[in-house]
């Protein structure tokens, strides 16, 4: 799993309820590099609406980091814990990273699942997302692609343009990468 400390992956930590925002800019200010995958949803309040920056997931952030950076991470107040299983740090794969980062890039309609969508894997191969992969989950007409972060088990669902060319997987399987 890490056998250079001094390597550098990819970790979700958790933090405080309602702390994203300020984990960002503690994590910035100890130059740690990290993720907060956001997006604009419109608020509705008695007199006004407005377009406000939310998390994408809530109470998770991501960071770039090596063992030693990771350990620091954990010292500051808006984080709680690295996500871990047997007691390790757990990696979140890259190409998960990348592919919320291209999907966000596009400013798609967005909905966040706070499961893994089951269904038929796929790649991208034309449009806005190519070499995106994910998840095909269907609504009658519409194309939906669940691009999922499956240490966390959440998943960004965008509805495709018509445009996309698709590759398709075998169902009920993860795509190899």
């Known amino acids: 799993m890490m056998n250079d400390p001094s390597e550098k ?3 979700a ?4 309820p309602r702390h994203e925002f300020k984990a960002e800019l503690q994590l910035k200010s ?10 604009l949803v419109t608020k509705r309040w008695s007199d ?12 998770y952030i991501f960071i770039y980091a090596s063992e030693k950076e990771r350990l620091l991470a954990l010292l500051q107040s808006t984080i709680v814990r690295c996500i ?3 007691g390790k740090p757990s990696i979140v794969p890259e190409w998960q ?9 596009e400013s798609p ?3 966040v699942s706070n499961k893994i969508e089951i269904g038929t894997s796929i790649k991208i191969t034309d449009g806005p997302f190519k070499d995106v992969i994910g ?6 007409e519409d194309k939906w692609l669940a691009v999922s972060v499956d240490l966390i088990h959440r998943s960004v669902i965008v509805r495709l343009p018509q445009e996309s060319g698709i590759q398709v997987h075998s169902p009920l399987k993860k795509f190899q990468h």
Not at 13 to 16: A, D, G, S, V
Not at 30 to 39: A, E, G, M, V
Not at 97 to 105: A, E, F, Q
């Open 30 to 39: 100890i130059s740690i590099d990290n993720y907060l995958p956001t997006y």
């Open 135 to 140: 998840v095909v989950t269907g609504t009658q």
């Open 84 to 86: 871990s299983f047997s």
């Open 9 to 11: 992956h990819w970790f």
């Open 97 to 105: 990273i990348n592919n919320l980062k291209k999907i966000l890039s």
């Open 109 to 111: 309609e967005v909905i």
């Open 13 to 16: 930590l958790y933090t405080k």
């Open 48 to 59: 006004r609406k407005k377009k406000i920056n939310e998390p994408l997931f809530r109470g």
